[in-house]
């Protein structure tokens, strides 16, 4: 008997990924926790977009993705799993007297006996504005992250940058917002759909060479001012709200020194069987890398199957690698559960 209270497998990553490893992990039998820094469960499609739709997830053809993520949440814990929020993974220590790791976050230490690692881009943080007084006003009219898309009804708005993000939300916030401008200082680099879009919308367009100089206001955001720096031109656009998407920065940070094999940022991984180069830890998702990967959900969680698959066969080698059907595993589990309450 442990001393600890060690698990079978020990998700990094609450995002879709995560989720549907820990789904799946219960669902072999597996005992799993999920350990994310984030407060929420659900990842980058709540950190980054949750008011975005999804189009390409098998079931669905079209969901919010924050509505993507309260199913994913549902079936992730609907087989036991346990979630550690708020803490970070930092060190993973094999201990060879227990046969077992033990996993050190910036709160506690974890044991488990496999690790799957699901943790995207790393921890990710939105790049702040350097213009001065910006950051005085996080909170009070400038946002990096759009969670409510009804906040800005009505409102004057600008946003800023020339990608994916900052075009889909200006085009989201548009027909909300008394006015929209969107500043952008070179040329637009997101879907050609989506800038012609833009071009066809109510919006005001500053760009290319406009830049957020400054912001002003009292308690909350009154002006926005950009410069023009060909022509020298200094602008004050009113605006009560302030988005910024202008990318993110992504490290995986403590990950790196647990001797995986990392290219570019990404674990390398056996796509057969999603191991790494450490054993008993797999990883899935947008964190791994190997030959034809495509960062995508739907392919996630197909990694997450295999990885825990090949976990189910490391921990007990004459235990069956392929588990069936769900609706036959889950009919047993069901049948087994209410025999046990009988
Ligand atoms: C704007 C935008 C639109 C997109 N649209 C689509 C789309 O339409 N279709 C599609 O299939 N994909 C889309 N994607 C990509 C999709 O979001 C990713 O493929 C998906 O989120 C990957 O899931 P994941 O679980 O692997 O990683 P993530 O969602 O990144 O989750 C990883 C989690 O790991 C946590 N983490 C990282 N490091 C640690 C650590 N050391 N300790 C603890 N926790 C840690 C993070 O906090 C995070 O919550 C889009 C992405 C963006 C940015």
Redesign the pocket.
């Known amino acids: 008997m442990s001393e600890h209270n060690v698990f079978d497998v020990t998700i990094?990553?609450?995002?879709?990924?995560?989720l549907f490893a820990a789904f799946y992990a219960g669902m072999r039998g597996l005992t799993a926790k999920i350990?994310?820094?984030?407060p929420e469960l659900?990842?980058?499609?709540i950190?980054?977009?949750p008011e975005?739709y999804?189009?390409?997830?098998a079931g669905f053809p079209k969901i919010l993705a924050k509505d993507y993520v309260k199913g994913a949440v549902e079936q992730g814990l609907s087989t036991g799993a346990v979630p550690c929020l708020g803490?970070?993974?930092q060190t993973l220590t094999w201990l060879p007297e227990a046969g077992y790791y033990a996993l050190t976050?910036d709160k506690a230490t974890h044991y488990t006996r496999t690790v799957i690692i699901?943790?995207?881009?790393?921890?990710?943080e939105p790049k702040r504005l350097p213009a001065p007084t910006v950051a005085a006003f996080e909170g009070r009219g400038v946002h990096y992250l759009v969670r409510d898309l009804e906040s800005f009804r009505d409102k004057d708005v600008v946003v800023v940058g020339g990608g994916?993000?900052a075009v889909?939300w200006a085009l989201a916030i548009t027909p909300l917002a008394r006015s929209l401008t969107l500043v952008h200082r070179s040329k637009f680099r997101a879907h050609e759909r989506s800038v012609a879009a833009l071009h066809a919308s109510s919006a005001t367009l500053y760009y290319p060479g406009y830049e957020v100089v400054e912001v002003r206001g009292n308690a909350h955001l009154e002006e926005v001012h950009v410069h023009h720096s060909p022509s020298g031109e200094t602008r004050v656009i009113p605006a009560q709200e302030l988005v910024v998407a202008i990318g993110f920065v992504a490290d995986?940070?403590?990950?790196k020194s647990w001797g995986l094999t990392i290219e570019r940022n990404s674990i390398v991984v056996d796509p057969q069987t999603m191991a790494t180069n450490l054993p008993g830890v797999f990883a899935?998702?947008?964190?791994v890398t190997y030959p034809g990967k495509f960062?995508?959900?739907?392919t996630?969680a197909a990694e997450a199957i295999t990885a825990v698959n090949h976990a189910v066969v490391y921990l007990n080698p004459a235990a069956r690698l392929d588990a069936g059907h769900s609706t036959n595993v889950m009919e047993k589990r069901e049948r087994a559960a209410q025999a046990a309450e009988a």
């Open positions: 990094i990553g609450g995002g879709p990924v995560g350990i994310d820094s984030l659900g990842g980058q499609l950190a980054v977009y975005k999804i189009y390409d997830v803490e970070t993974a976050t699901c943790a995207g881009v790393g921890s990710f994916d993000s889909d995986l940070g403590p990950l899935a998702g947008d964190v960062k995508l959900i739907a996630g």
